[in-house]
């Protein structure tokens, strides 16, 4: 009998000090062991650390000529927007959507892996009038194909065909369909 009045004992010990450490004020009492934690001066309750957001990367947009590094499943690569050039449909290619355009990129791995570049699937258009779609098309036949694993140091310059609603807008290349964000955007002429 006394063991299980020592052991509610222990348990009713052990509730009290867990309702103590669950008060509405914030910051327990001076003897406490957990310090209290009250947001930063200026921040409001409920917000987002600011510097916590900051140290997230942000995926880069690109215009015509510019070009910027992109880091993907542990490789990194460079992207130069060579050219945006807006054409009807070519042969054996359905009726587009919108409008085609042809990306002209050059792609170099500057990483130590592979990086892998498939667009079929995770490219997509938006503007902002259009939620994001798929922009994707099987490919153009012309010229060497951009979608292949770049070994350390290898590049290629080559065009995407791209069905995108009109002309203008951005598109973006997810790399990956589950990812949040994508890892480049290019932003598309208007002409």
């Not at 153009?140 to 069905?163: C, F, I, N, V, W």
């Not at 790399?175 to 002429?189: K, N, Q, R, T, Y």
């Amino acid at each position: 009998m006394r063991r299980y009045a020592l052991r509610g004992a222990v348990l009713a010990v052990v509730a009290a000090a867990a309702l103590a450490g669950c008060s509405d004020d914030g910051g327990g009492d001076k003897g406490s062991a957990k310090p209290s934690k009250k947001p930063a001066a200026g921040a409001a309750e409920g917000s987002v650390d600011k510097a916590a957001d900051e140290k997230k990367p942000s995926s880069p947009t690109l215009k015509i000529g510019e070009t910027k590094t992109v880091a993907l499943d542990g490789s990194k690569a460079q992207i130069m927007v060579k050219g945006a050039e807006y054409v009807g449909a070519p042969a054996m290619m359905e009726k587009a959507k919108g409008q085609y355009v042809l990306l002209s990129l050059t792609i170099k791995n500057v990483g130590k892996k592979p990086f892998d570049f498939s667009p079929y699937g995770v490219t997509s258009w938006e503007d902002k009038d259009t939620a994001a779609q798929d922009a994707s098309t099987l490919g153009y036949d012309e010229g060497p194909a951009l979608d292949t694993t770049y070994r350390p140091g290898q590049s290629l310059t080559g065009k995407l065909l791209l069905d995108v609603g009109r002309k203008g807008g951005k598109v973006s290349y997810a790399g990956d369909l589950m990812a949040d964000e994508p890892a480049f955007s290019v932003e598309l002429p208007t002409r």
